[in-house]
């Protein structure tokens, strides 16, 4: 497939994406291996209404055996089951433009 081709299927599939999530409001999709994918644009308010909030909120999870990972527009959170040999490291680098960067890995 040339490039083109590629291009516009992936902005085909992208715009039925944002479709759905605007309809919807999230979707659940299984990868290969077991891995869970939830994708969404939707948050409570403060009267405890679930709203959909396409412009200016999104919010993806990915979760495999008891290990979460959330990301949404505000945070970022990991959440696992730790066992007796569940090791966690923590990492700082510094980035070519000078940023420092922190890493989090759970083994």
Known sequence: MNKEVIM??????????IKYLME?????LLLPDGVELEIGVMKESKRGKWTNCIDDYCY????????NFLMDSYNMGL???????TMVFQDESIRDD??????????
Do not use: T
């Open 60 to 67: 993806v999870e990915v979760s495999k055996e008891g290990k």
């Open 79 to 85: 959440q696992f089951v730790k066992n007796s040999d």
């Open 98 to 107: 000078g940023k420092l960067i922190q890493r989090i890995d759970v083994i």
């Open 8 to 17: 516009s299927k992936l902005n085909n599939i992208q715009s039925l994406l």
């Open 24 to 28: 919807k409001g999230q979707i659940n």
